[in-house]
T-cell receptor
Framework: GAVVSQHPSWVICKSGTSVKIECRSL??????MFWYRQFPKQSLMLMAT?????????EQGVEKDKFLINHASLTLSTLTVTSAHPEDSSFYIC?????????????FGEGSRLTVL | AQKITQTQPGMFVQEKEAVTLDCTYD???????LFWYKQPSSGEMIFLIY??????QNATEGRYSLNFQKARKSANLVISASQLGDSAMYFC????????????FGAGTRLTVKP
């Protein structure tokens, strides 16, 4: 199946710094990518939908200036957590669509675990 | 409003037995897709099975089958012949409409397979 890769898998940073997480579709072009956030023992919560070449669409309650999303190419979307604070510590997962989502064509990255000290 | 409901926070099953994980959903869109994903402790999301709202037959994929009851708006996952490696979190998810590409997830069920 298609492969989506996230980097880094783990990141620890100091409060106040910014962290960039990359999501790459390795063997297909992804017109749309999604960013999810998952707190421990909880479900995935959609943060934003990222379309190549246009601004991301954020879910209600997600701060646009806090979570910067850039989808500059068909194979790369980035999530930057700006001025991170301990409450931003979470598991961030990206997913990508190859064409129209139909029969499970939503491919997930391995996830990135962010810990803010 | 919660669109996907998984009422079982945790389930236990004996190895080699079958287990059913419950999922109910809420939508007014006649076109939708239902998905089940497995998330082991490593965190990656593994696609298991898909059911379309217009599909006449219940979906099956190996040891996984989906008990789709449209009138009840339920899409339970049945895992047959459980294996120790099936221990993981299981998420039910739904995508509404034909052009709406986002996917919403239930709270998840943690399955533990006992030897």
């Amino acid at each position: 199946g298609a492969v989506v890769s996230q980097h880094p898998s783990w990141v620890i940073c100091k409060s106040g710094t910014s962290v960039k997480i990359e999501c790459r579709s390795l063997d297909f072009q992804a017109t749309t990518m999604f960013w999810y956030r998952q707190f421990p023992k909880q479900s995935l919560m959609l943060m934003a939908t990222s379309n190549e070449g246009s601004k991301a669409t954020y879910e209600q309650g997600v701060e646009k200036d806090k979570f910067l999303i850039n989808h500059a190419s068909l194979t790369l979307s980035t999530l930057t957590v700006t001025s991170a604070h301990p409450e931003d510590s979470s598991f961030y997962i990206c997913s990508a669509i190859m064409g129209q989502m139909n029969t499970g064509e939503l491919f997930f990255g391995e996830g990135s675990r962010l810990t803010v000290l | 409003a919660q669109k996907i409901t998984q009422t079982q926070p945790g389930m236990f099953v004996q190895e080699k037995e079958a287990v059913t994980l419950d999922c109910t959903y809420d939508t007014s869109d006649p076109s939708y897709g239902l998905f089940w994903y497995k998330q082991p402790s490593s965190g990656e999301m593994i696609f298991l099975i898909y059911q379309g709202s217009y599909d006449q037959q219940n979906a099956t994929e190996g040891r996984y089958s989906l008990n789709f009851q449209k009138a009840r708006k339920s899409a339970n996952l049945v895992i047959s012949a459980s294996q120790l490696g099936d221990s993981a979190m299981y998420f039910c998810a739904m995508r509404e409409g034909t052009n709406n590409n986002d996917m919403r997830f239930g709270a998840g069920t943690r399955l533990t397979v006992k030897p």
